[in-house]
């Protein structure tokens, strides 16, 4: 197996976050790795999304239940829809360790959610672990890290 | 001009028998006068003792929207007092918990206090000679809350000499919180996982209201948990259905499921849901959890402990716990149209870790900021608070399976699609509101 440079696994992530911003959320979701997880702690620093609680801690069939959702014609409040605008700094490669097929980046952002008059600004940080599936790579975990992940939020209802 | 200060006429014409004038859920004055009376009259909870388990432990909360802190004191017993100091109003504790050490100390004058709250030392203190400083209300240091009760690590704290003792005030109602503390094998709860706050822009009583819609889940929630029961319909013959999947899939149970599973009413306002059976009641045993119950109880008791199945029981004012899942939700208010909700998650004590990691998941999947039921509710919140400015009909309709021989302060089992329970609050409400004006 071919191990992925450091360039493509830039790419990897900054089409990951273009893929939600365009709302392309089955392509999103093919990004994942059959038991890749979504996490988004609500602890700084958090170790543990079993024994502490998140925001977030999703497998792909959870994921996909919050795509169908936003699909939904009774998703009332979907009507009318959020829209969403990530803007990352270039993703840092934190750690490549071929052997273990395993490679992690770290990457700063700012998110923009809105919704009607509504519109919210999150900064946080990416922190995809990935490795090579049958030659594409794909997220083992996505860990999303909000700045302030422990305050009072009102809905966050897409991805960062 | 005030419209409902002093004029006991005109907030006891906000209640009807089944119906509540708009003014409850939109007015600031009204709202004023609910932090006065309802959040004063009545049994507040504060927090779980377990969150200050050694001497000089600290937690600060508020009670309505007042600062208040909840303290381990030396002698072990657990002491409520305002959160501010008696010299200049500065709020004490700069952490939202910790530990205070022997004394609180102002971090604006040094000002110290013992943990019970009475004044320790002034710096400079020969200043106040002859000022008569022993006279004012700053030496008597930080003022206790005086009416406190502890039941079974959950503190609950008065503000007001008016209104009921403690027992009189929640009576049978207490056998809720019996059961979620008698899931653990040891009879012990400690609050675990972290607590999840959530913003609404909306009255802190539509959320109270909510806990006991059965006529809601299937519509409001059919985006979420009707998706995921599409979705996993999809799964490969044979899939061992996953926790998520169990935790959203009741709440697309059937009218007759909501009707039969009934609910009680109590006196003063609280109220459950899940008489006889409860979206909870279909989970799949945790391994090695009822071997543990039986050792700790006999098998008999821990059978008849894990068979209620209350879901939301709902304690006047602002409270609601689920026993079945060990977790708790405070309403804050903090504005007529905002409300902080906070979601508290328990461990109970010698049982498999596996019985937190549903709770902490049913918490996440259900009461997030980033929750798909979440999002479901608090849209129906925003769309109601909005819609409440229409003139044309300024009442809240709470009729339903309503019965002119309905008594205020009663107990007693009903359809579970009953709005009695929502009556039942109103008319605690009323009661609480004006019952010191």
């Known amino acids: 197996m071919t191990a992925p440079t450091d360039q493509q696994l830039i790419d990897f992530v900054i089409r990951e976050t273009r893929l939600i911003d365009q709302h392309r959320f089955e392509e999103w979701l093919d990004l994942f790795a059959d038991d890749g997880h979504y996490w988004m702690p609500l602890e700084w620093g958090q170790t543990d999304p079993r024994l502490t609680t998140s925001l977030m801690y999703e497998d792909k069939l959870l994921l996909k239940i919050r795509i169908e959702r936003l699909k939904g014609n009774r998703t009332f409040s979907q009507k009318p829809k959020s829209r969403c605008h990530h803007v990352i700094q270039t993703p840092q490669v934190e750690r490549r360790d071929e052997q273990a097929n395993e490679y992690v980046t770290w990457t700063p952002m700012h998110y923009i959610e809105t919704r009607l008059d509504q519109q919210d600004l999150y900064a946080a940080w990416a922190t995809h672990t990935l490795a090579m599936i049958d030659g594409a790579l794909k997220i083992k975990l996505k860990r999303v890290d909000i700045v302030n992940c422990d305050a009072a939020f009102g809905n966050i209802q897409l991805f960062m | ?437």
């Open chain 2, 1 to 437: 001009m005030a419209k409902y200060r002093g004029n006991v006429e005109a907030i006891k014409g906000l209640i009807r028998e089944t119906e509540v004038h708009r003014d409850v859920y939109i007015d600031e004055e009204v709202f004023q006068l609910e932090m006065e009376h309802v959040f004063s009259n009545t049994w507040v909870y504060v927090g779980h003792d377990s969150q200050v388990p050694n001497p000089g432990d600290y937690f600060g909360t508020t009670i309505g929207t007042q600062p208040i802190l909840m303290v381990r004191h030396t002698d072990n017993t657990v002491k409520v007092l305002h959160n501010r100091c008696p010299h200049k109003g500065t709020r004490i504790t700069t952490e939202t918990c910790g530990n205070a050490g022997k004394f609180f100390r102002c971090p604006y004058h040094a000002w110290s206090f013992r943990t019970d709250g009475s004044l320790l030392a002034i710096p400079l203190r020969k200043g106040y000679e002859n000022t008569g400083l022993e006279q004012s209300h700053a030496a008597r240091g930080m003022t206790p809350v005086k009416h406190v009760h502890n039941y079974r690590g959950f503190v609950f704290a008065k503000l007001n000499d008016v209104g009921p003792g403690f027992e009189e005030f929640f009576g049978e109602s207490l056998s809720s919180f019996d059961n979620m503390v008698d899931r653990s094998p040891a009879g012990r709860l400690e609050v675990a996982g972290g607590v999840l706050r959530y913003m609404h822009n909306c009255n802190w009583k539509m959320l109270v209201e909510n806990q006991t819609d059965t006529c809601h889940p299937m519509v409001a929630h059919e985006s979420s948990a009707g998706t995921a029961i599409e979705v996993w319909k999809n799964a490969p013959p044979g899939s061992k259905k996953p926790m998520a999947v169990e935790i959203y899939a009741p709440f697309m149970a059937s009218y007759e499921f909501f009707e039969n599973m009934g609910i009680r009413v109590w006196p003063n306002g609280h109220g459950h849901t899940g008489v006889h059976h409860s979206i909870h009641s279909d989970y799949s045993a945790i391994p090695g959890y009822f071997e543990k119950m039986a050792a700790a109880y006999g098998e008999e008791r821990a059978k008849a402990i894990l068979n209620e199945n209350r879901h939301n029981t709902c304690y006047f004012p602002n409270l609601m716990i689920k026993g079945p899942i060990q977790l708790i939700r405070l309403f804050k208010p903090i504005a007529a149209n905002k409300t902080l909700v906070e979601s508290w998650t328990f461990r109970l004590v010698d049982a498999p870790e596996m019985l937190l990691e549903r709770t902490l998941m049913y918490n996440r999947l259900i009461n997030a900021p980033t929750s798909v039921v979440g999002h479901d509710d608090l849209e129906m919140y925003e769309r109601a608070q909005e819609g409440l400015h229409v003139d044309a009909n300024q009442w809240v309709n709470v009729q339903r399976l309503y019965d002119p021989s309905e008594t205020p302060d009663t107990t007693a089992v009903t359809n579970g699609t009953t709005e009695w329970q929502m009556r039942n609050q109103f008319r605690a409400w009323s009661k609480f509101m004006t019952m010191a004006m």
